[in-house]
């Protein structure tokens, strides 16, 4: 948007702030951080193709969402977001472990009290992760599977492209 | 003297492929793929000075991560990787939900062993409680970012 106070994607750009500057309700000018991060670490005409690309009422979150990598990479820049999904897949890892060892002994329990109760409907082992299936697609970016060590555990899956 | 099998960056970008390429270790030319999808998101010469910013033994690892997020943006334009993080973090609120039922069911289950009434009446009353309470409220779609300090060490021994 135009006016007086050119966004802070144009002020860092040091150019004109038009009408329609596709920047402007995103990056507003008290925030010149956000801009900074973004523009450092996709560069401003990738996030402008990109947010072309989206219909009006996604842009928002996917500035959001823009934002928080950029940030998330230069806090970290070797794994950026990648950090913390490897960290979050080992938590869902552990937990279904748990899950197994503490199904598992209810049938222990079960078994030795009364043998001829009908089982518990246990569930939980034929929960899908989805995320299992998002991640396995990633396999064919590893060029070096067995020589990276970016997160093998969340990769270690079918190649389908090798 | 250029190298004769350009890697994927030289070949998307049509130039010739140096024998120092920046890019040419960690975007070989056997996937094609890969490299036009960070090219999309980051751009090439983001890449290479994001590469060369950081010591030469953690780029291959840099490289593969910023793939993986290349990868997840070009699937889900408007969250990419942060996509991924929410639905992992709703997978691990359904996971410690259903944990906390069925230790509250081993718990019954052991008192009932114990044949001690007081016992089997609260963790039957664990068992509803567990039941009643509100299943998690879905999580932020960008939820509090992970510092490097918060991932425990033997996480990152284990992964890196």
């Known amino acids: 948007m135009g006016g007086n106070s050119p966004c802070a994607s144009c002020k860092l750009l040091r150019r004109r702030c038009t009408k329609d500057c596709i920047f ?4 507003p000018s008290d925030e010149p951080h956000k801009f900074v991060m973004v523009h450092k670490v996709f560069g401003a005409s990738n996030v402008s193709k990109m947010l072309q690309e989206l219909p009006l009422h996604q842009r928002a979150d996917a500035v959001s969402s823009l934002v928080y990598e950029a940030n998330a990479r230069m806090r970290d820049p070797v794994y950026g977001c990648v950090g913390a999904i490897s960290y979050l897949q080992n938590q869902v890892s552990q937990l279904q472990m748990q899950l197994a060892v503490a199904q598992a002994e209810i049938l222990c329990i079960q078994m030795q009290q009364e043998p ?8 939980a082992g034929d929960k899908s992760f989805v995320v299992h299936n998002e991640l396995s697609s990633m396999a064919q970016f590893m060029n070096h599977p067995s020589t990276s060590n970016v997160p093998q555990e969340a990769l ?3 190649y389908p492209w090798s | 003297m250029s190298n004769p099998t350009r890697c994927a960056a030289c070949r998307y970008l049509r130039r010739r492929c140096c024998e120092d390429c920046a890019l040419a270790p960690y975007f070989p030319s056997a996937n094609p793929h890969r490299f036009a999808c960070v090219h999309r998101i980051f751009g090439a ?4 000075r994001m590469l060369q910013q950081i010591p030469v033994e953690q780029r291959r690892q840099a490289a593969d991560a910023i793939a ?22 709703r997978e691990i609120s359904v996971a410690q939900c259903e944990l906390a039922e069925t230790q509250a069911q081993i718990t019954m ?12 009446a609260a963790a039957q009353c664990l068992v509803e409680d567990v039941h009643l309470v509100p299943s998690q409220p879905s999580q932020p779609p960008f939820p509090g970012l992970y510092q490097r300090d918060d991932i425990p060490q033997e996480t990152l021994q284990r992964h890196f």
Not at chain 1, 116 to 123: G, H, N, S, T, V
């Open chain 2, 68 to 89: 993986m997020e290349a990868y997840w943006r070009v699937q889900d334009p408007v969250y990419g990787s942060v996509g991924v993080i929410s639905m992992l973090q």
């Open chain 1, 24 to 27: 402007a309700p995103f990056f």
């Open chain 2, 45 to 48: 010469s983001n890449v290479a």
């Open chain 1, 116 to 123: 001829a109760l009908p089982e518990p409907q246990m569930d």
């Open chain 1, 156 to 158: 270690k899956r079918e």
């Open chain 2, 109 to 120: 289950y052991a008192s009932q062993a114990q044949s001690q009434p007081n016992q089997i």
